[in-house]
């Protein structure tokens, strides 16, 4: 390179000698490497959502037929939807973005989990839930599906959660039936507060990804806890 630069530039160029100094190299590498890196570790990350609602404390019961509530999720953050197993609609493609989730969120460890609850307890007993799990490749340490007596879930889902639960409906007259539920994805915090609703599209699931993010690193993630 020495050699071509000083072919270009005159013998009593100025210029030749700066450009051949190895101090001007110095300064233009530290420049263009250094100038971005020192922008990223004093850039600031912004603030996580700020909590929206408290959850009660609940217990119900999970896929292996053992009690499970918000005492076993205490410290970690966790990712909600709602579901049936029988759903002839929208519980499919919904419980396929949730595997999908597991899948992004694997690198987190045990700060994070699944928890899906079923608007159908009376149907979906923890023996059908296990096989849902199994349905999914849930895994049994990260992802729960929770059932219990109906008033109980109604009263979680729709007083806790501030989401719909209708009551069963026949489809078209026919043996199928349906119900009314959110398709929001929810995002609570390690204190059992919600942080957010989400849609289930590609762009709501990105959004829910970062914010977990944010959480995570803000507010009680790796390395963090006491």
């Known amino acids: 390179m020495t050699d071509r630069l000083a072919q270009k530039y005159p013998k009593d160029s100025r210029i030749k000698r700066i450009v051949l100094s190895p101090l001007f190299w110095g300064l233009t590498c530290l420049f263009f490497f250094g100038v971005p890196l020192t922008k990223s570790m004093i850039r600031k990350l912004p603030p996580p959502n700020p909590a929206l609602y408290e959850l009660p404390e609940y217990e119900l019961v999970n896929q ?10 205490k410290g970690r953050f966790y990712i909600v939807n709602f579901f049936f197993t029988s759903c002839p609609t929208v519980c ?58 109906k008033d109980e879930v109604r009263e979680l889902i729709v007083g806790g959660f501030k989401t719909a639960m209708g009551d069963s409906t026949r489809v078209d007259g026919g043996s199928l039936y349906d119900i009314a539920h959110s398709q929001k994805l929810v995002l609570v915090d390690h204190e059992g507060k919600i942080r957010g609703f989400y849609a289930s599209d590609k762009a709501g699931i990105n959004s829910l990804m970062i914010d977990l993010g944010l959480l995570v690193n803000r507010e009680g993630g790796p390395g963090q806890r006491s």
């Open 92 to 149: 499919p493609k919904l419980m396929e973005k949730m595997k999908t989730i597991q899948h992004r969120v694997r690198g987190l460890g045990d700060y994070v989990a699944l928890v899906s609850f079923t608007v159908d307890p009376e149907v979906d007993r923890p023996k059908k839930l296990f096989q849902e799990a199994r349905k999914y490749r849930a895994n049994p340490h990260i992802w729960y599906f929770l059932t219990g007596e």
């Open 64 to 73: 292996r037929g053992k009690p499970f509530g918000s005492l076993d999720l």
